[in-house]
């Protein structure tokens, strides 16, 4: 009877161990994109996951595919930036066309989308589910309110200048939106006001080279990575200094880290603005698909810079 109890209270450890460890994987999204990569890819304006020990792609949207007004299909062209958020289960997305949109991947419903002026870049989640975008022949940061019931038609929406805006990020610890232009670093203050949002600049930094491009939290580390013209920086935030990250690789379209800083992979074009082929800094390919126009790549991995831990989709009505 007693080695009959103990293998029973084995089996249920066993069976309790089994559905622990699902139940975490399920609430942690990102689990299961381990190894995988979410795209911009413009050859078929789409927005792919792809899984780099496969080579394949597993995941992918376009807005011919959903619920996108054909008469917007066109906003939807190029796409620009693509960022894997809310817990693993969404995608945030821009297009050069002029979109930004909110993607679920389970059912690849798209929860919302507007028009963000010329050009637009990249976007980010706010706080309280409301969503910035910086368009970079527009000149301009946009922040929407994201009411999943109205958009595309009538969306409450409000611009503010940034010359050559390319890039912006949330910063959870500060309470401050970051973003490079042309020549310098800035921060802003957002008001957390639904129907009219305010961004008030706080302070900015110069570097020394133009164009900046791609602005994106480094995994571990209060610190931010970003490419301009001819270079790639380690941005310290908390110091306000930028460190060369030393590289033969220029005009750096992503840049994102795994883990801790670790293993960064970069998007360079190899045709006019795009390419088939991510790498490493080192020039080793992570990741070839012939036939695309990746213009960014980002590891797929919880981002606690930007976002508190179980973050979950906030909607404005």
């Not at 009877?1 to 609430?27: E, G, W």
């Not at 670093?185 to 791609?214: A, V, W």
């Not at 995994?219 to 306000?240: E, M, V």
């Amino acid at each position: 009877m007693i080695i009959s109890s103990m293998r029973f209270n084995s089996i249920l450890m066993i069976i309790f161990l089994l559905i622990f460890s699902k139940s975490t994987v399920y609430a942690n999204g990102y689990e299961k994109y381990r190894h995988c990569v979410v795209m911009a890819e413009q050859s078929q304006n789409q927005i792919a996951i792809a899984n780099i020990k496969t080579g394949r792609i597993i995941w992918n949207w376009k807005p011919t595919d959903s619920s996108v007004a054909p008469e917007h299909y066109a906003w939807f062209t190029n796409p620009s930036d693509a960022k894997v958020v809310y817990g693993g289960k969404y995608v945030l997305m821009s297009a050069s066309g002029g979109a930004c949109a909110l993607i679920r991947i389970a059912d690849k419903k798209i929860m919302f989308y507007a028009k963000a002026g010329k050009n637009p870049h990249s976007a980010e989640l706010l706080p309280d589910g409301n969503i910035i975008c910086a368009a970079s022949t527009g000149n301009c940061l946009t922040v929407f309110k994201t009411d999943t019931i109205s958009f595309p038609d009538r969306v409450i929406q409000r611009s503010f200048y940034c010359d050559f805006a390319h890039n912006v990020v949330w910063d959870k610890k500060r309470a401050l939106v970051w973003t490079a232009d042309q020549n310098k670093i800035r921060s802003f203050k957002y008001s957390f006001s639904n129907d009219t949002p305010e961004l008030q600049l706080i302070d900015s930094l110069k570097f020394e080279d133009e164009s900046g491009h791609d602005l994106f939290p480094i995994p571990g580390q209060d610190a931010l990575f970003f490419t301009s013209q001819n270079k790639t920086w380690n941005f310290n935030i908390q110091k306000k200094v930028l460190k060369e990250i030393k590289s033969e690789y220029h005009s750096i379209k992503s840049i994102s880290a795994e883990s801790n800083g670790k293993t960064p992979i970069i998007s360079i074009p190899k045709e006019q603005w795009w390419t088939d082929e991510i790498i490493d800094m080192k020039g080793n390919s992570i990741l070839q698909i012939p036939g695309l126009k990746i213009y960014k790549a980002r590891w797929i991995v919880e981002n606690s810079f930007s976002y508190p831990d179980g973050n979950q989709i906030k909607v404005c009505h």
